[in-house]
């Protein structure tokens, strides 16, 4: 039997699931292929938080939206995804951090992201135990929160088989047909051919490579961050707190489950496809949360391990369709894929169907300069 | 009754919901795992994940030795925050 869909998303991660899921609620037969299972990739590697706390306009009116849509969720889907507005809490530890916070909240108040700068005796107040060492305030936004990466991919790809569209997840695209500049099908590792008039390369960090099964070149680079997750414990805190010194960390207590989950950006940066965990961070990372909750130093360490942020040159994920007629990409994410997800999924569902979004992503085109770069990346 | 038996005993799940994800088309153990949690507490499956194979063998007649586990992780033993820092000034 000849296979036809009206759209193959490649990569059921959340990009790939939120865009499958509005495209199948506007009546497209949607096919996802996944090369692994679904959350394989960077979408189950995540530590699951969602802020508004940007300096682009544009990441901050998408934020606002993915908000909006996170709260909704549960009845989308009929299904508790462990949505819990904590807030988020960005730590100034010197005059330098704290005019950068400053200057973007200037930014967010005129979106009405109801954020402030408080001062380290509030900020105590709100992380119970928090070490004021140097401390000189925090940028806090209640409205910023946290939620199951799992539970919403899962949540979009039951949506999309419930409106009549496939996942073939162990399903590997190997080829992609183009005829006169259009997409005509997919070949995959199986060797079945499924034909499409549209593809969208929603794969993350190996999106560089799926882009060039169309000879398109992508500047999108995945880098290796880490993470680690501790044994359950009672509720001491709501908000990520967000410690952006050289040697800072950033971590969360999963509302749902009462671990805590985190990572850091190492310093310099970690380039390369390798996601093995490494000593390194099993040490340092336990060190700098110590010194940021002292309190915490006798929870235990249950797991580690390591995933892909999937870099552009300024931060900025690539949300647009390209010079092939049918090929259209969502990725390039930035470590903020997650949070984004579910507006970027809307949005792009629009430009699929209408040419363009309700919220114009002219700031996430491929074809832009890649001057600016985002300051709370 | 067998199906409430309590097969992840980390995370407190049953053998009937493990059966439940598997009757939903859930037919690796990496999904299972990450649907229920199973295998992602204190003991990090090193208790349930054998048992949980063979329910998924048993339901999909996949053999055993075919099943994919999923990637153990570090730490081998949960340790504590602040001994796993000192490793790092030492």
């Not at chain 2, 009754?1 to 009757?23: F, G, L, P, Q, Y």
Request: glycine share 8%.
């Amino acid at each position: 039997m000849k296979r036809t869909a009206d759209v193959i998303v490649i990569g059921a991660g959340i990009i790939g699931a939120a865009t499958g899921y509005y495209l199948a609620k506007k009546k497209l037969k949607v096919i996802v292929l996944e090369k692994n299972f679904p959350c394989a990739g960077s979408t189950g590697r995540c530590i699951g938080g969602i802020r508004q706390q940007y300096t682009h306009p544009l990441s901050i009116n998408v934020m606002k939206e993915s908000v909006k849509i996170f709260s909704t969720l549960h009845k989308e889907f009929n299904k508790d995804v462990e949505w819990f507005q904590g807030g988020y809490l960005f730590l100034a530890h010197s005059e330098d951090k704290k005019s950068t916070y400053l200057k973007a909240i200037e930014i967010q108040k005129g979106f009405d992201i109801p954020v402030q700068f408080i001062s380290s005796d509030d900020c105590a107040k709100i992380i119970n135990g928090l070490n004021t060492e140097d401390l000189l305030g925090g940028a806090y936004c209640p409205t910023d929160g946290q939620a199951n990466p799992f539970a919403v991919t899962y949540g979009y790809l039951n949506g999309i088989k419930k409106l009549g569209g496939t996942l073939l997840n162990f399903t590997e695209v190997t080829k992609i047909n183009v005829r006169n500049n259009q997409v005509q099908s997919v070949i995959t590792n199986n060797g079945d051919e499924l034909f499409t008039p549209i593809v969208l390369n929603a794969t993350g960090p190996w999106a560089k490579n799926v882009s060039k099964l169309v000879d398109l070149n992508v500047p999108i680079e995945p880098e290796r961050h880490e993470s680690l997750v501790t044994e359950a414990c009672e509720r001491l805190f709501d908000p990520m707190l967000v410690d952006y010194r050289a040697d800072g960390c950033y971590f969360i207590q999963n509302f749902g489950t009462g671990h805590f989950i985190g990572c850091y950006t190492p310093v310099p940066n970690d380039p390369g496809d390798n996601i093995k965990a490494s000593s390194e961070f099993m040490t340092e990372m336990p060190r700098r949360m110590a010194r940021l909750v002292p309190r915490l130093k006798g929870i235990k360490v249950i797991r580690q391990w390591a995933g892909s942020y999937e870099m552009t040159p300024d931060g900025n994920p690539i949300v647009d369709k390209t010079p092939i007629d049918g090929f259209y990409i969502s990725a390039g994410m930035c470590g903020h894929g997650f949070m984004f997800g579910p507006a970027l999924g809307k949005y792009m569902a629009e430009i699929i169907i209408d040419g363009k979004s309700s919220l114009a992503l002219d700031d996430f085109a491929l074809n832009r300069s890649f001057g600016k770069a985002e300051a709370l990346k | 009754m067998k199906k409430d038996i309590v097969i992840c005993r980390c995370e407190e799940i049953t053998e009937r919901e493990i059966i439940s994800v598997i009757e939903q088309g859930y037919t690796s153990l990496n999904e299972i795992k990450r649907i229920l949690r199973c295998g992602m507490g204190h003991c990090q499956g090193r208790s349930c994940m054998n048992i949980i194979a063979r329910i998924l063998s048993q339901k999909t007649g996949q053999p055993v030795s075919k099943i994919k586990f999923p990637t153990s992780r570090p730490p081998l033993k949960p340790l504590p925050i602040d001994i796993l820092a000192k490793y790092k000034n030492e």
